[in-house]
């Protein structure tokens, strides 16, 4: 699976959007790129994953270039809750979840 | 509430020893994934189960095994424990071999002393 490459933290305002970038630069055609994230030290949780269309759920945006060699996931209103260590992974969907230190998002009121 | 279960929530023991951590996981959900999250290695993926077959296994120690039941409940056993096993060991389902989503338990805390 390719590498990915994340800011270590970064901090938002409370009510702002948070934009989270990734790099994946050697991702494959048959890779998806996916975002998880962890509040404190519970089990992780699936925020939302695309193969190269942009996506939107109820909990966050994700942006794919037209390259897919980076991503941004998008929180477009930020709440003191959504403070975490957000994943981003790039996988093929036979190959299992191999997550990496991904960026801690501080939420500030 | 992920629907996945893992008990106990958490472990005390000594080095040496030898304990068992237990997950059920969503009802339905035919794989059970396994990770180990420490603070120098971060959340790493040790093994996965499909309806009860072994899948594919990552950074598993061979002192660690893990087996899937009929009743599709997993289980992950350590053994001849080491101070640098204590971690958080979460168990994670999905219904297929192959999902792109995976649904976290609560975690058990190990401590080795």
């Known amino acids: 699976d390719a590498k990915t490459t994340q800011p270590p933290s970064m901090d938002c305002a409370e009510g702002r959007a948070a934009n989270l970038p990734c790099n994946h630069s050697?991702?494959?055609?048959?890779?998806?790129v996916y975002w998880y994230r962890q509040i404190h030290s519970q089990g992780p949780q699936y925020i939302i994953h695309g193969l190269k269309n942009n996506e939107t759920n109820e909990m966050a945006s994700l942006i794919i270039t037209e390259d897919r060699k980076s991503s941004t996931l998008i929180l477009p209103h930020a709440t003191l809750r959504d403070t975490a260590v957000y994943y981003c992974?790039?996988?093929?969907?036979?190959?299992?979840?191999?997550f990496g230190a991904g960026t801690r998002l501080t939420v500030k009121p | 509430d992920s629907g996945v279960t893992q008990t106990p929530k958490h472990l005390i023991t000594a080095t040496g020893q030898r304990v068992t951590l237990r997950c059920s996981p969503r009802s339905g959900d035919l794989s059970v994934y396994w990770y180990q999250q420490s603070l120098d290695q971060g959340l790493q993926f040790l093994i996965h189960y499909y309806n009860g077959e072994e899948r594919a296994k990552g950074n598993i120690l061979e002192r660690f095994s893990a087996q899937q039941f009929p009743d599709l409940h997993s289980e992950l056993n350590l053994s001849s424990l080491e101070l640098g096993d204590s971690a958080l060991y979460f168990c994670?389902?999905?219904?297929?071999?192959?999902?792109?989503?995976?649904?976290f338990g609560p975690g058990t805390r190990l401590t080795v002393l």
């Open positions: 994670a389902s999905s219904v297929a071999r192959t999902s792109n989503e995976q649904f």
């Open positions: 050697t991702i494959s055609g048959n890779e998806y």
């Open positions: 992974i790039v996988r093929a969907i036979n190959n299992d979840m191999r």
